[in-house]
């Protein structure tokens, strides 16, 4: 794969709105028939928006958050199972950034660079809690690796070149693996059965005895022992998708009742547009929408102001902002996917429109952490000055 290299801020967006546009035309049969989206990432990687956020020094744009979020925003506006899927590959993009040596740096950030993917192999079903981490990294006697596990909602590895293992390793402190998407030992299994977020083919990875050599191998522990952003980052992205969701459901909303809604006999008008008691539903739900995506782009613009000075308190109010948008961009996305069917009526909830895929993302990518968790942060950080945890939920 070529991909093109982007300039600056400016043209992120002037290619991922262009994307999102060529997205949304197929995003309903894509998602009716789940046809996964390989010829569409095959785009974004061209587009060069994959490396948007590698450093300046390395050869990458090193956009600001506010873009990022709006990129992933559009995007998910479009298609939020396509917006979902590169989600992990920014993440992992970060940790080499934060803790890569300058030879991993110079490696995978070319790979970046070059179009290429990252998936991931994170989370684990059947442990105590999200944080337990059973896969494990045993070291051989020529300084190598084997990497040995089984991970669930592996967002992205089916399409991936690189896919960052989560693992604990002889020390039992966190660490990723970068591993190639074709390493022996590693199967990624299609196994996603979600009834939302149906093509993002957030499946299966079984790693045996999965070489891997000692420069793949980063210390993702050190990453919280001091100010962090990883967190505030990967949460800021996940709120951008709920906005996008949101976005995407209130103008699937309003083109409906445009073009295909009846009035109301009592309403006394010729169109289900001119219905006030519409109009005022629709207004309700865009200030809903508006304020959802004040909150994301007030969350990027702390994010990028700790990312110019990292301290324990620019980071905690980074932290309590992307909590305070995505617990709202939750709600808001479910709630406007929902209201989609009351505003539109009975025809809406026909099957062959498909239209119910908006409130399927929502609800399945709204489940991805509570944001009951945030609330509670933000509540403490506000009414007792407790700084939020250190931890990638946050």
Same mark, same amino acid.
């Given at each position: 794969?070529?991909?093109?290299? *982007?300039?600056?801020?400016? =043209?992120?967006?002037?290619?991922?709105?262009?994307?999102?546009?060529?997205?949304?035309?197929?995003?309903?049969?894509?998602?009716?028939?789940?046809?996964?989206?390989?010829?569409? @990432?095959?785009?974004?990687?061209?587009?060069?928006?994959?490396?948007?956020?590698?450093?300046?020094?390395?050869?990458?744009?090193?956009?600001?958050?506010?873009?990022?979020?709006?990129? +992933?925003?559009?995007?998910?506006?479009?298609?939020?199972?396509?917006?979902?899927?590169?989600?992990?590959?920014?993440?992992?993009?970060?940790? *080499?950034?934060?803790?890569?040596? &300058?030879?991993?740096?110079?490696?995978?950030?070319?790979?970046?660079?070059?179009?290429?993917?990252?998936?991931?192999?994170?989370?684990?079903?059947?442990?105590?809690?999200?944080?337990?981490?059973?896969?494990?990294?045993?070291?051989?006697?020529?300084?190598?690796?084997?990497?040995?596990?089984?991970?669930?909602?592996?967002?992205?590895?089916? +399409? $991936?070149?690189?896919?960052?293992?989560?693992?604990?390793?002889?020390?039992?402190?966190?660490?990723?693996?970068?591993? %190639?998407?074709?390493?022996?030992?590693?199967?990624?299994?299609?196994?996603?059965?979600?009834?939302?977020?149906?093509?993002?083919?957030?499946?299966?990875?079984?790693? =045996?005895?999965?070489?891997?050599?000692? /420069?793949?191998?980063?210390?993702?522990?050190?990453? +919280?022992?001091? %100010?962090?952003?990883?967190?505030?980052?990967?949460?800021? @992205?996940?709120?951008? *998708?709920?906005?996008?969701? $949101?976005? !995407?459901?209130?103008?699937?909303?309003?083109?409906?009742?445009?073009?295909?809604?009846?009035?109301?006999?009592?309403?006394?008008?010729?169109?289900?547009?001119?219905? %006030?008691?519409?109009?005022?539903?629709?207004?309700?739900?865009? *200030?809903?929408?508006?304020?959802?995506? $004040?909150?994301?782009?007030?969350?990027?613009?702390?994010?990028?102001?700790?990312?110019?000075?990292?301290?324990?308190?620019?980071?905690?109010?980074?932290?309590?902002?992307?909590?305070?948008?995505?617990?709202?961009? &939750?709600?808001?996305?479910?709630?406007?996917?929902?209201?989609?069917?009351?505003?539109?009526?009975?025809?809406?909830?026909?099957?062959?429109?498909? @239209?119910?895929?908006?409130?399927?993302?929502?609800?399945?990518?709204?489940?991805? /952490?509570?944001?009951?968790?945030?609330?509670?942060?933000?509540?403490?950080?506000?009414?007792?000055?407790?700084? %939020?945890?250190?931890? !990638?939920?946050?």
């Amino acid at each position: 794969m070529t991909a093109k290299v *982007i300039a600056d801020d400016a =043209e992120a967006l002037t290619v991922a709105a262009a994307l999102a546009d060529e997205f949304r035309a197929t995003a309903c049969e894509r998602d009716a028939e789940r046809r996964l989206p390989r010829a569409e @990432l095959d785009r974004i990687g061209e587009s060069g928006l994959l490396a948007v956020t590698v450093p300046a020094g390395y050869g990458g744009a090193d956009v600001r958050q506010e873009t990022l979020a709006e990129v +992933f925003r559009l995007l998910a506006a479009a298609d939020a199972s396509l917006a979902q899927i590169p989600q992990s590959h920014f993440v992992y993009v970060n940790v *080499i950034a934060r803790q890569g040596s &300058a030879r991993q740096r110079e490696f995978f950030f070319g790979e970046v660079l070059a179009g290429r993917r990252f998936g991931n192999a994170q989370s684990e079903a059947g442990t105590k809690h999200v944080q337990d981490i059973r896969t494990r990294l045993e070291p051989r006697p020529d300084g190598s690796y084997t990497l040995t596990g089984v991970k669930h909602y592996s967002t992205g590895a089916l +399409f $991936a070149d690189w896919i960052p293992v989560l693992a604990r390793a002889e020390d039992d402190n966190l660490h990723v693996a970068y591993v %190639p998407g074709n390493a022996p030992g590693l199967t990624v299994v299609d196994d996603w059965d979600g009834m939302g977020q149906r093509t993002t083919a957030s499946g299966t990875v079984r790693l =045996e005895a999965v070489p891997v050599p000692a /420069d793949r191998v980063l210390p993702h522990h050190l990453t +919280f022992r001091g %100010p962090q952003l990883h967190g505030a980052v990967a949460q800021l @992205l996940h709120a951008a *998708i709920d906005t996008g969701i $949101a976005a !995407g459901a209130l103008a699937a909303a309003a083109v409906f009742v445009r073009t295909k809604s009846r009035p109301w006999f009592e309403s006394g008008v010729e169109t289900a547009a001119e219905d %006030p008691l519409l109009i005022q539903q629709f207004g309700e739900l865009a *200030i809903r929408v508006r304020a959802s995506e $004040a909150l994301l782009t007030a969350a990027a613009r702390s994010v990028d102001a700790a990312r110019a000075d990292l301290t324990d308190d620019t980071a905690a109010e980074a932290s309590v902002a992307v909590a305070a948008v995505k617990a709202h961009a &939750a709600r808001t996305a479910v709630e406007v996917a929902g209201a989609l069917f009351e505003v539109a009526g009975t025809r809406s909830a026909l099957d062959s429109l498909n @239209l119910h895929r908006h409130w399927r993302d929502a609800r399945t990518h709204t489940l991805h /952490d509570p944001a009951r968790w945030k609330v509670q942060h933000i509540g403490r950080y506000v009414l007792n000055g407790t700084r %939020p945890p250190r931890h !990638g939920l946050l």
